[in-house]
């Protein structure tokens, strides 16, 4: 629940802060898409924090990846220019940025990447409680 409360306050928060200095044209889903975002990562660190032991190493896995890949990769201005574009869409955060982008500019449905966007989430999500489950498991 802590970490759903933080998604969701945080995609709120970002969304309204967005709309103040650009005219979203669907807040409501956009605001989800930015949702969709931190639940995609959430479940990620979710899965990095049952793997791997180290505190250092974890947060490095986490922080590396999610400024790689919503900070540069998923930016329209340099996706559009990039050489491999298939590489980009197996990211994480493809389908979730998909979602806040389309929903944040145009009319245009998004629920084929909000779909794949929630997927990708829950493979996270099920294999970091599996693992979970199999470590904390009495012996």
Excluded: C
């Excluded at 650009?22 to 793997?51: K, M, N, Q, T």
């Excluded at 890949?69 to 201005?77: E, H, I, K, S």
């Amino acid at each position: 629940m802590a970490l759903v409360l933080a998604i969701v306050s945080i995609a709120i928060y970002v969304g309204l802060l967005t709309d103040t200095f650009y005219p979203v044209v669907h807040l409501g889903r956009f605001i989800s898409g930015l949702a969709l975002i931190g639940f995609v990562y959430g479940s990620y660190g979710l899965l990095v924090g049952s793997l791997i032991r180290g505190e250092l190493e974890g947060i490095l896995f986490i922080v590396l990846l999610v400024n790689i890949d919503v900070g540069w990769l998923q930016n329209p201005l340099f996706y559009a220019e990039a050489q491999n574009q298939m590489i980009i869409r197996f990211l994480p955060a493809y389908f979730p940025s998909q979602t806040a982008i389309i929903t944040a500019v145009t009319d245009y449905s998004s629920y084929s990447a909000t779909l794949n966007g929630i997927l990708y989430g829950l493979i996270f999500l099920f294999f970091s409680m599996l693992l979970f489950f199999l470590k904390m498991r009495a012996k």
